[in-house]
């Protein structure tokens, strides 16, 4: 029987309520719905008082959270979609991210956030906001592309004293699927090699692994052999998994989903050409979705975003210096 990427979600936080008592958690219509994808469907019967409808308000969310945290809690927040936690951001990068800093005291909560586009979700539940995130002192952003890493990444999200940044992909929710829910177990912080090869590095990220990975097959045809990188976590980023790749291959492309304004990619890119500009034989470059809103139009949305094929375009180029 395949399990999924929700069910990873979903079994994960099941072993966190079961197995730590200081677990909660919150969010709108997470109780009484299961929430908006089911990620906690059941959960609030098998354990009644800790799994808990918030009002729809995302600041009051977090400030909740932050002061349970306070208080010896390690609470998980649901926010509906990734976008809507801009509401709540002056709590998680001005309260959260720097209450360490100021008194000593750890933070431990999970912001969980349903990311990226999915056909017809439109400008408003579509974004990819891993890089803002990132860009605090403080925060820890993980972005598990696969199920093993839904499932190992949250548990080990929530045993951190740090606020993380949760950045599960809903494209892939249901759409992928594993044999086993546990697999491969690698820490928080670790990149890996989800495809080797010798003629180009691709790292990517969350949903568009997969794509650089179809990508990768169809360039195989043509005798190429493309090595595919997936950060899992973009703060702190694996700079020495990176550098170590680009050093077998000498060429490097960048793949994200977010808008091309700064980002993942462009630190990516920035380290490498700082820390690695020696192991490079072309310039190096990076793919993101376009600087537009999210259309709702499927079409639309599918030359919005980077595909298989744009990759493909775009490692052909830089192969071709």
């Not at 990188?229 to 989903?257: C, F, N, Q, W």
């Not at 190096?284 to 809103?293: A, F, M, V």
Request: aromatic share 8%.
């Amino acid at each position: 029987m395949s399990v999924t990427y929700i069910d990873a979600i979903h079994e994960a936080q099941d072993h966190l309520l079961r197995d730590n008592s200081s677990v909660f958690i919150y969010g709108q219509d997470v109780a009484s719905f299961g929430g908006a994808f089911k990620a906690t469907k059941g959960l609030s019967e098998k354990y009644p008082g800790r799994v808990l409808d918030s009002p729809i308000s995302e600041d009051a969310m977090i400030g909740l959270a932050v002061g349970a945290a306070i208080e010896g809690c390690r609470p998980i927040i649901e926010m509906q979609f990734a976008d809507f936690s801009s509401v709540a951001f002056n709590q998680i990068v001005n309260q959260a991210a720097t209450h360490y800093y100021r008194t000593g005291v750890p933070i431990p909560i999970t912001v969980r956030l349903p990311s990226g586009g999915t056909a017809g979700s439109g400008p408003f539940h579509s974004q990819s906001m891993e890089g803002i995130y990132a860009q605090y002192p403080g925060t820890i952003v993980v972005t598990p592309a696969t199920v093993a890493d839904a499932y190992h990444m949250l548990v080990d999200s929530v045993a951190l004293d740090d606020p993380v940044i949760f950045c599960e992909h809903k494209f892939l929710y249901r759409w992928l699927k594993a044999d086993s829910i546990r697999g491969e177990h690698l820490p928080i912080g670790q990149a890996s090699i989800i495809r080797p090869g010798k003629h180009a590095t691709v790292v990517a990220y969350s949903a568009m692994v997969h794509e650089a990975v179809r990508a990768a097959d169809r360039l195989k045809e043509d005798g190429w052999e493309i090595e595919v990188v997936d950060l899992r976590t973009v703060k702190p980023i694996d700079m020495d998994t990176v550098l170590a790749s680009v050093a077998r291959t000498g060429r490097l492309l960048a793949v994200g989903e977010a808008f091309p304004w700064g980002g993942v990619t462009a630190e990516v890119i920035s380290r490498v050409v700082a820390e690695g500009f020696h192991l490079l034989d072309a310039a190096p470059q990076r793919l993101n979705s376009r600087d537009t809103p999210v259309p709702y139009h499927p079409k639309l949305w599918a030359a919005h975003r980077p595909t298989p094929e744009s990759i493909c375009e775009a490692l052909r180029k830089l192969l071709s210096f």
